[in-house]
């Protein structure tokens, strides 16, 4: 019950320079991800299963698709009277600007923060997709006392650039932290995603307003021994999304059972707006395997370890392999695709052929006709 | 004082469906599934909205926990508002005793206050049993067109099935000249839809008449309709064509499911222009296996299959283990069809178990006498044992045990 007495806030912007084509429109948060969600849904649905009663989204910039998807948050549960679902967007501040980091960010929402109440905010990033139970961080910062935690895994975010790199006593309080190229099994590295007090989030925004220092890491780094800073070990799935090739996985880790029953638990669903499509339809002669495939589909060809979202036709005789097609993308007779993501309302005409690499899929922009 | 109305929707949903037998044992026919993901009642609600007709009272009386429970605050449907929307009306005590709706035409006499809150000019009545789509605007516009008291939409059925339905014998002006009643020669394939549109004031009176008539039993098609015809009352027909189904039994919610999959049929869901709104649950997308094999099926959100499904219709979660097989069926919500299990033209209720090796229904080309084929049906919450047999036109409803 922890959670009752936590603010929510989760950057819907952070990152959309890692998959420059698909934020080239939305942002981070509403890029399309496993056949019917947005990203920021995932970040939503944790939040509101662990009983976060107040949600911020921040926003920077291309924000229209993720207020269109938003709505006032009936679909989470928190279109509320009470506390419920803010959305903020930029705040130009006299003494800012645009903001450029995330606590300048923050710094421009500092009364919404203070206004909350909430004695703890949590604050996270959108390109992260795992498992990870905010209710048992929220205890873990309870019972340590701490003044932030922060969460972070041990070998799971293999290969990420640009990570943070931290080191823990045998209390769990992290006492080092540098910045990483990329991160090796052994390493235990940041999930970008924290717990605050609130009345120490408002002194540090201020404090770093005045000395421009614009992102959490350069203030931490040199104040571990100042902030009683834990590290909270999350050991279940993760995923961090930082360019077209860690979206493309962690799209097609879902086809893994072992994947999917960790994201998708009765007790905990992922909650998005619904969108009304019919049941997909498969026709006579069509072939599905090994894919995951949203209402509003139809299938009349060959479907193999593809995402398919929502109102997508594979016409017949075509064969889509190892490809991620987005909503309502029209595959033409006998078109051949494999290793391909295409966005929104791409039409692939009929007899076509395209295809890219495993470590490197070809990306077809919105609305293209080819 | 609610905001004047020109058109409300009644919407009589308190039937119990008698003839879907155990599938309507814990819910009212309305709340029945269709379609993969909707419910009956999703038809004449989203029709009503996409006709612009945004104030519903939903009669119930029967089971109705199901139903109000899926209807909630109507939110689904858009019918979430200030003003108007949606609103579940069950019989309720008054001083002189409680009294259940004794018929159609009763239940609306006992919603007087209700539709009076919106002085509407027309009231709609409809009913929860059918699978169509109609745009309610334009029959409102033919009843004000031809100056009627009394609107009865009216599709033309096959003569050989005639004698099923309430029939018009229709004026070349439209106006109803003659009711039948399911007469055993028809003179009419004309039927009525059990959609009427009435001007208020005209049903009000009929109503008050009707209900001190003690020999009256206070239904639209019995009583107060032909009580207006014989009293001269302006009554039109309007005649609709389209896709149009009563899924009043085993074999017409089966047919009407079907006919989902067959391209030739006039009934398109996939409508951007005429949605059908439902309370989706919240799944994920459905999963297909390595080892599915999916044809000339509808399949939606939960779903994991692994097995083999042809013909068929699946709801929400439901899972087709590898080797399984479904056939010609409609499985409902929750329901686990285990491996080897063998499902063939049959209903399977929601969250239901098929386990390992069992076989629910037959197709028609196995039965040596034709006589005993039909459609099983297996209820909800039902465990159908490993290697245990369903017959066909069997209705399960308790459990069957199997091997060991």
């Known amino acids: ?370 | 004082m609610a905001r004047k109305q020109e058109c409300i929707a009644m919407l009589l949903a308190g039937g119990q469906g008698s003839r879907l037998g155990i599938l309507t044992k814990n819910i009212a026919k309305p709340a029945v599934p269709y379609g993969g993901k909707y419910r009956i009642i999703d038809f004449p609600l989203s029709n009503c909205v996409n006709s612009g007709i945004y104030t519903v009272g939903v009669l119930t009386q029967y089971q109705p926990l199901a139903l109000n429970d899926y209807i909630g605050n109507g939110q689904p449907w858009d019918l979430d508002r200030a003003d108007g929307g949606v609103h579940i009306l069950s019989p309720y005590q008054q001083i002189k005793g409680t009294e259940w709706y004794k018929g159609t035409a009763n239940s609306i006499y006992q919603n007087i206050k209700f539709i009076e809150r919106y002085d509407p000019e027309y009231v709609l009545i409809l009913s929860g049993d059918h699978i169509y789509k109609m745009d309610y605007s334009k029959m409102l516009d033919y009843h004000k067109e031809n100056n009627a008291d009394c609107t009865i939409a009216m599709i033309e059925v096959p003569w050989e099935e005639a004698s099923r339905f309430g029939l018009m014998l229709v004026n070349d002006d439209g106006s109803i000249a003659e009711f039948e009643e399911k007469p055993k020669n028809p003179r009419s394939n004309k039927a009525s839809m059990g959609i009427y549109i009435f001007n208020w004031k005209k049903l009000r009176s009929y109503l008050i008449e009707d209900e001190a008539n003690e020999n009256s039993g206070n239904d639209f098609g019995h009583d107060v309709i032909p009580a207006m015809h014989a009293a001269g009352e302006r009554m039109f027909a309007y005649q609709f064509d389209g896709y149009w189904k009563d899924v009043g039994t085993i074999d017409s919610l089966w047919d009407s499911n079907l006919d989902l999959l067959n391209p030739k049929v006039d009934l398109d869901l996939d409508d951007d222009s005429w949605k059908i709104y439902s309370r989706s649950p919240v799944a994920p997308p459905h999963y297909v296996g390595a080892n599915a094999v999916i044809e000339n099926s509808m399949i939606t959100e939960g779903c994991e299959i692994d097995g083999s499904v042809d013909f068929s219709v699946l709801f929400a979660n439901v899972k087709v283990e590898k080797g399984a097989n479904v056939k010609y069926s409609i499985v409902m919500p929750g329901t686990v069809i285990k491996s080897g299990a063998s499902v063939q033209y049959s209903i399977v209720a929601e969250n239901t178990v098929i386990e390992e090796g069992a076989t629910v229904g037959k197709s028609p080309e196995e039965m040596k006498n034709i006589e005993d084929w039909g459609v099983a049906v297996v209820g909800s919450g039902v465990t159908i044992g490993k290697n245990a047999e369903v017959a066909p036109k069997s209705m399960i409803d308790t459990d069957i045990g199997g091997e060991n």
Not at chain 1, 180 to 201: A, F, Q
Not at chain 1, 256 to 267: D, G, K, Q, S, Y
């Open chain 1, 1 to 370: 019950m922890a959670a009752k007495n936590v603010l929510g806030i989760i950057f819907s912007n952070a990152y959309d320079e890692v998959i420059p084509e698909i934020t080239a429109f939305r942002t981070m948060g509403s890029v399309p991800f496993a056949s019917r969600y947005r990203l920021i849904d995932f970040q939503l649905s944790y939040m509101v299963n662990a009983g976060i009663p107040r949600v911020g989204i921040l926003t920077n910039s291309n924000y229209r698709s993720l207020m269109d998807h938003i709505g006032n948050g009936k679909a989470w549960d928190l279109a509320r009277k009470r506390e419920g679902l803010t959305i903020l967007p930029p705040f130009n501040h006299p003494d800012t600007g645009v903001f450029k980091g995330k606590l300048d960010a923050l710094y421009g929402s500092i009364g919404y923060i203070s206004d909350s109440g909430k004695d703890y905010v949590l604050v996270t990033d959108c390109n992260i997709v795992s498992d990870i139970d905010y209710d048992s961080l929220m205890n873990y910062h309870l019972e340590t006392k701490a003044e932030i935690t922060l969460a972070y895994s041990e070998g799971l975010a293999t290969g990420i650039k640009n990570g943070m790199e931290y080191e823990l006593s045998d209390d769990g309080r992290i006492t080092a932290m540098k910045y990483i190229d990329s991160c090796s099994d052994n390493m235990k590295t940041s999930l970008k995603t924290m717990v605050i007090n609130r009345t120490l989030l408002e002194r540090l925004l201020h404090e770093a307003n005045s000395k421009r220092i614009t992102d959490f890491e350069t203030l931490f780094a040199d104040n571990t021994s100042n902030l009683r800073i834990y590290g909270y070990r999350h050991d279940g799935y993760v995923k961090i999304i930082e360019n077209i090739k860690t979206y493309y996985e962690a799209n097609l880790d879902l086809l893994n059972p072992e994947v999917r029953n960790a994201l998708f638990t009765p007790e905990k669903p992922i909650y998005t707006k619904t969108s009304d499509k019919v049941p997909a339809k498969y026709g006579i002669a069509a072939k599905a395997v090994n894919s995951l495939i949203a209402d509003g589909c139809k299938v009349y060809g060959e479907v193999e370890n593809c995402i398919l979202f929502r109102g997508v036709t594979v016409s017949k005789g075509a064969k889509i392999k190892n490809s991620i097609i987005m909503q309502d993308t029209f595959i033409g007779e006998n078109a051949a695709v494999e290793y391909v993501i295409t966005d929104k309302d791409v039409n692939i005409g009929a007899g076509k052929k395209l295809c890219g690499a495993e470590n490197y899929p070809i990306y077809i922009g919105k609305g293209i006709n080819i």
